[in-house]
Each structure stands twice: as C-alpha cells, then as structure tokens.
C-alpha cells in the first residue's frame, strides 16, 4: 500500500503569507494526486488534481507542484477565508490514501 | 446539477450491521467508479472503500477488509455499503464521491452500546 506523509501537521500564519504544504509518497505516484480544502462540518473540497492542475472556480493563489514522490502545494498569500484543513490524497487506479491533513490557522 | 446524497447512518452497538446508500443524480453513474470516505470525529480523512463504473473492480481498505462490502445498482444510480460486525472506531461520517470534485455531504454512523 502507499502511503502518504504530509507535513506540518498544523501551521499558523499571518494573512498575506506564503504557506507551503509538503507531501512525500512511499513509492512513485507519477502525478496522480489531488490536494483538498476541508472546512468544519463540510465536505472536502478538490482544489488541485493532477499535483499541479487548478480545480475549475478555484482562486489562482492555490497552486500545487511535484511528481514521482514529492509535492508542494502552496498558498500565495493566506487569506482569512483559507482557515481550514487540508488534505494531499493519492490514486492508484481505485486505491486511494490521504495524507494526515495541515490544520491552518490565522496567526 | 450533480448530487450525491447519502443516507443510512445512525446509532448501532458493537458488532450490529448497517447499510449505508448514496443517491446519485445529475450524471450518468453508470460511467463513473465511486469511493467511500470516512472521517473519524475530530481525525482526517480515512478511505474506505473503491468499486469501478460496472463493478469488476472493487478495493478495500485494511481497516475494513471482510467486514463492510461495497456495491452498486447502476439502474438504480446508488451506491451501497453493507457495514458488519461494527466497532466503536468504526465511528465516523461516511462521505460517497465521484473521483475527487464530486462528495455527498456525509451520514453519521455511531458504534456505541
């Protein structure tokens, strides 16, 4: 199985930031990997898929980079509505793993 | 519009079964392969289980192995997954989705005496 080791596990950031989010697979995933916004009581929400692609409607601060083993997913600069907690997930064909999620706060 | 709508979810003692649904409208599921996701109160995000658009191919989770099935009624646009032998960390909200852009907005399973 793959597994997906994303760090921090919480970060606290003022409004303007640059925040980076890292995620490391166990083995090469190629591009297959979505990064995902969740707010409290809320579904997740896709925000990058394909490492690197943006989710249609989504804000052009988010970005995503990476392939093989390592990826990025970046916020150009936080915005108080980006509080939440966010999540890197692999597919393997029909086997998917998430990462543990950042939980993003507002410093 | 595309919608996903669980249902099924509540209060069972350990051991107890359940049977969640997922109601999909607004897309051709026959076309689609389908997830469950779960997400233990206060934990991230937890894959469940995985069945292909005509349900050839079908994957589980460790955690979940010989004991949930998932299924499919393409002629019905629903989702299923038969949950047995239920433990207390079994206990979470249980998200269907289409791929990664499309989730339900979650049922409530409870595994408590």
């Known amino acids: 199985d793959i597994q997906m080791t994303q760090s921090p596990s919480s970060l606290s950031a003022s409004v303007g930031d640059r925040v980076t989010i890292t995620c490391q697979a166990s083995?090469?995933?190629?591009?297959?990997l979505n990064w995902y916004q969740q707010k409290p009581g809320k579904a997740p929400k896709l925000l990058i898929y394909?490492?690197?692609n943006l989710e249609t409607g989504v804000p052009s601060r988010f970005s995503g980079s990476g392939s093989g083993t390592d990826f990025t997913f970046t916020i150009s600069s936080l915005q108080p509505e980006d509080i939440a907690t966010y999540y890197c997930?692999?597919?393997?064909?029909?086997?998917?793993?998430f990462g543990q999620g950042t939980r993003l706060e507002i410093k | 519009e595309v919608q996903l709508v669980e249902s099924g979810g509540g209060l069972v003692k350990p051991g107890g079964s359940l049977r969640l649904s997922c109601a999909a409208s607004?897309?051709?599921?026959?076309?689609?392969?389908m997830n469950w996701v779960r997400q233990a109160p206060g934990r991230g995000l937890e894959w469940v289980s995985s069945?292909?658009?005509?349900?050839?191919?079908?994957y589980y989770a460790d955690s979940v192995k010989g004991r949930f099935t998932i299924s499919r009624d393409n002629a019905k646009n629903s989702l299923y997954l038969q949950m047995n032998s239920l433990r207390a960390e079994d206990t979470a909200v249980y998200y269907c989705?289409?791929?990664?852009?499309?989730w339900g907005q979650g049922t409530l399973v409870t595994v408590s005496s």
């Open positions: 394909d490492a690197s």
């Open positions: 083995q090469d995933i190629s591009n297959y």
């Open positions: 989705a289409r791929g990664g852009r499309r």
């Open positions: 069945i292909s658009s005509g349900s050839s191919y079908i």
């Open positions: 607004g897309f051709t599921f026959s076309n689609y392969s």
């Open positions: 997930q692999q597919y393997d064909n029909l086997l998917l793993t």
